[in-house]
């Protein structure tokens, strides 16, 4: 038993009254003769034993009325020790996509978050946290419609990273009682369990999910070139249970252009295609009716008008190979002598290639300096003999490259930085049964720059990054069979596509994304990317014949947005969830360190209310005064 007020009991020294009194009456007994003397000794005998139980029962009933009183002003209760400690709560509460799956009445999160309203008491202060926004100490009736309105959060938190944020949410103290609360559906990719990191805290989990839950997802669009005159679109899709087919919607500006069946495999995965016009402008949208998670039922693209890249060539040497590799559909390509050279085309370029120079006159590395600083990129193959000066003076200011000197020894092209953003999604694995191009000479390049391709010395014959590409050899038939490798057209093609980087058939969210506009702003303009009546202003960098635009915070919701230049629409540029939460697979929670696991938040508050709950016992003993106070009445009554 624990006392609130313990110093009242130094007021049960008051019991020491009633004894004194007891122990030193002043009160005396008067003998009166009578003349039956045996009779007389009989009634006092009687007397005397009567009147000493009756003065032990009022000592006996003082005492435990004062006892009362005095305990009960003290404030006596009992309750665990953990009762009386100060308590923090914290609640994680998951509202990614795979806790949007339908539930019996709404979703598994809506019907968290109904919960958890109703079971947390209303004067209760805690901090809550989501996986893309902050509550923190706040109350019930403050965060209730903002909680029941929470959208789903692209983003997922790993259990490591809900350590760390509620860590910062709760305070230094360590007299405090941490009470950390993870509501989820504890998906597998929320990683494997964490170290201890919040040893101090009292960690909860809450296990939701959707029972038996059945989803069809639309994993990736991509399109192939089928002819001249058409395009394949091909769509992948998954699903997590049996199924053999579901029907699959192309909507083009929410209008039906085809429909088909996605036949699944014994994997789960189905593959479909659709033939489109190539010189159609396409609002697509791919649908597949499905009773799982929503987000993943839908996916946007665009097909616009594709802008081409201009590509200029300047060296007298050979450049048929650069007909092939820049074709006219998506090409304008110029090739034209140092010689000849307008320099006022240069700014109008996305990509310059330096086509074996002797030399490399001043105005024109003063212009190639100023042209990959603002504008684009440039590539350097040098010749059998050129001007190491002039060449050392372009590339110097480029990560410390310098050409050495030439090396005549013949080496093969063999390791290849399959990393490199060059060769992005060209190989599907690393090869290493390749037909190797080789070079009769080389020269030396001293830089700090990361190489793209190297020779197998581990020389390097490609170096780049940025806006500047340099090789260290000749890459003419006399010297190299670099142009019968299949590998100079990816190197080539990408080098160029780099160069503008133009909008794919969609974004993924929450990616860094960068896109160029090639169009020439005037001063203090900028885009705006636009949806319906909700518009965002992106990072962007203007240049002489581009604006560069960057995605990474925004936006924040998926579909087709527009890119306008005041009311003039530019292009369109689609965006979709990654569909990562579609990999419905699930961590057991009892293999994850924690204080409990929970099915349910209610029971979960009531037992940490249980656990906090305080028995005051003061009404029982002012009851227990208060009968004692009525015994005394009856025995000074009636004994």
């Not at 079971?119 to 923190?136: R, Y």
């Not at 190539?278 to 697509?284: A, D, F, L, S």
């Not at 090789?471 to 080539?492: G, H, Q, R, Y």
Request: net charge neutral; charged share 20%.
């Amino acid at each position: 038993m624990q006392f609130k007020y313990p110093e009242l009991l130094w007021g049960l020294l008051l019991l020491l009254i009633p004894i004194f009194i007891h122990l030193f009456q002043l009160r005396r007994f008067k003998k009166t003769p009578f003349t039956n003397v045996k009779f007389l000794k009989k009634v006092i005998s009687e007397s005397r034993r009567s009147s000493t139980l009756k003065k032990w029962l009022l000592l006996f009933s003082r005492l435990i009325i004062i006892a009362g009183l005095v305990i009960a002003f003290a404030q006596p209760f009992f309750a665990k020790n953990t009762a009386l400690q100060t308590k923090e709560t914290v609640i994680y509460l998951d509202n990614s996509f795979s806790m949007h799956a339908k539930s019996e009445n709404s979703t598994v999160f809506q019907d968290a978050a109904q919960q958890l309203l109703q079971a947390i008491p209303d004067d209760q202060l805690f901090s809550l946290f989501t996986n893309d926004q902050v509550f923190k100490n706040t109350s019930v009736k403050n965060i209730q419609n903002d909680l029941l309105t929470l959208p789903a959060a692209a983003e997922q938190l790993s259990l490591t990273e809900i350590q760390l944020k509620a860590n910062t949410l709760f305070s230094t103290s360590d007299d405090i009682q941490k009470n950390l609360i993870v509501i989820s559906d504890f998906q597998l990719r929320m990683g494997e369990n964490p170290s201890d990191l919040l040893s101090s805290t009292t960690t909860h989990f809450v296990h939701q999910a959707a029972q038996n839950l059945k989803n069809v997802a639309i994993d990736s669009v991509y399109s192939t070139p089928s002819n001249t005159e058409n395009i394949e679109l091909t769509a992948l899709l998954s699903t997590n249970y049996d199924v053999e087919s579901v029907p699959v919607s192309l909507m083009n500006n929410d209008i039906l252009i085809a429909k088909t069946s996605a036949i699944f495999d014994e994997n789960r995965k189905a593959k479909i295609q659709f033939t489109l016009p190539k010189t159609e402008k396409i609002i697509g949208t791919i649908e597949v009716l499905d009773a799982g998670l929503p987000y993943d039922n839908r996916l946007y693209f665009n097909i616009d008008e594709k802008e081409k890249i201009n590509v200029l060539v300047i060296g007298d040497a050979h450049s048929e190979f650069l007909n092939r590799i820049y074709t006219p559909d998506e090409f304008n390509l110029k090739i034209t002598s140092s010689k000849n050279l307008n320099y006022s085309i240069l700014t109008n370029q996305n990509l310059i290639i330096l086509n074996e120079l002797e030399t490399i006159s001043n105005a024109l590395i003063t212009s190639l300096k100023s042209f990959a600083e603002t504008t684009g990129n440039v590539v350097v193959i040098p010749g059998q003999e050129i001007n190491l000066q002039s060449y050392n003076k372009f590339v110097s200011s480029f990560y410390g490259t310098s050409f050495m000197g030439l090396s005549k020894l013949e080496l093969a092209i063999s390791i290849i930085n399959f990393e490199h953003p060059i060769y992005h999604n060209v190989f599907k694995q690393n090869i290493t049964n390749f037909q190797y191009p080789k070079v009769s000479n080389y020269y030396t390049l001293s830089s700090r720059a990361s190489s793209v391709l190297s020779f197998q010395n581990k020389e390097p014959f490609l170096i780049g990054s940025d806006n500047i590409y340099v090789f260290s050899a000749p890459i003419s038939l006399e010297n190299s069979t670099f142009k019968n490798s299949p590998l100079i057209v990816p190197t080539f093609y990408n080098l160029a596509i780099q160069s503008l980087k133009l909008p794919k058939l969609y974004q993924n969210i929450g990616q860094n994304i960068a896109i160029d506009i090639p169009i020439k702003l005037p001063k203090d303009h900028i885009l705006k990317v636009v949806k319906d009546k909700q518009e965002f202003i992106p990072q962007q960098k203007s240049f002489a014949n581009k604006v560069s635009l960057s995605f990474l915070e925004s936006p924040k919701y998926d579909g087709i947005f527009q890119i306008k230049n005041n009311q003039e629409i530019l292009q369109n540029i689609s965006f979709n969830f990654s569909r990562e939460e579609s990999d419905l697979r699930f961590l057991d929670v009892n293999n994850i360190s924690s204080n409990s696991v929970n099915k349910s938040i209610t029971s979960l508050f009531q037992d940490l209310q249980n656990n906090n709950a305080i028995n005051d016992l003061c009404k029982w003993f002012v009851i227990l005064a208060g009968v004692f106070m009525l015994i005394e009445v009856l025995i000074q009554k009636y004994l």
